[in-house]
């Protein structure tokens, strides 16, 4: 289905230790993480905050259980602080993953972002951005994108719950003021479905722009639950929202075919980030596993 080598398959320390809720896996030390993601069958890893920040520690620790470094979250706030801000951090950002042979750059907007906030309802208070703070995120994007290629990457947009860019309009009003060459479509089955968007039809509308998948499915009886009891993002996912590729509701295999007729080359991402203590992160870390290998070959 896919070309040979074109993917990689990763997945995020998240399901170990959550880093917006350190409570959640608090226990698990960044020794366990990986050694386990090497267990279950992934080649690739994305950084989470036990990680260490030396290239040369980190590079070693992985080499010994032949992992990768996929990318890594950046969060910027081009809506809300001066440009040269978020700049300064993102360059400090991108010369440690490239320091560590990533190639791309998951880069989200959080200005206005409530995805952090425990107590506040996500569906009733998700931000929208006005014409001029769309202005100010795509122009600051271009502007990432072209700090990106000075080594050779590539900025990756998060469209996220809980933000500016969640639903399809939006993601389709990014890519359309934003320069293919400057900015790329970091595709997540788990955020779309639970925005309530089709995961294939944003696929089919946005393939070109594609250069980073994240697949997590979701649980539709938390999604409801969600809307009803007004939760957060962050009571969402203690909840049990998200969960594994094959675990949930969304149908993946025609996903996969429509990435491999692209010719998608790149990471493939499980992040499905849960409650360790009730959902034991080996254990949905190998039924992801084996669920790709089935329905995708890789």
Sequence with gaps: MFKAHAVKLAIAPIAWTNDDMPELGGEHTFEQCISEMALAGYQGSEVGNKYPRDPAILRRALELRKLEIASAWFSSYLTTHPFEETAE?????RDFLHAMGAKVIVVSE???????QMETPLFANKPVFTDAEWVLLT??????????REKDMTIVYHHHMGTGVQTGTE????????DPQEVSLLFDTGHLAFSGEDPLDILQRHLGRIRHVHLKDIRPNVVERVKQDGLSFLQA?????????????????PIFAALAASEYAGWFVVEAEQDPALADPLEYAQKARAFIREHSGL
């Design 237 to 253: 996912v203690k909840a049990g929202v998200f969960t594994v590729p094959g675990d949930g509701c969304i149908t993946f295999p």
């Design 171 to 178: 993601i389709s009003r990014l890519m359309e003021m934003t």
């Design 139 to 148: 122009e600051g994007l271009g502007r990432l994108g072209r700090l990106a």
């Design 110 to 116: 959080q200005g206005g972002s409530i995805q952090g």
């Design 89 to 93: 951090a993102f360059k400090a950002h």
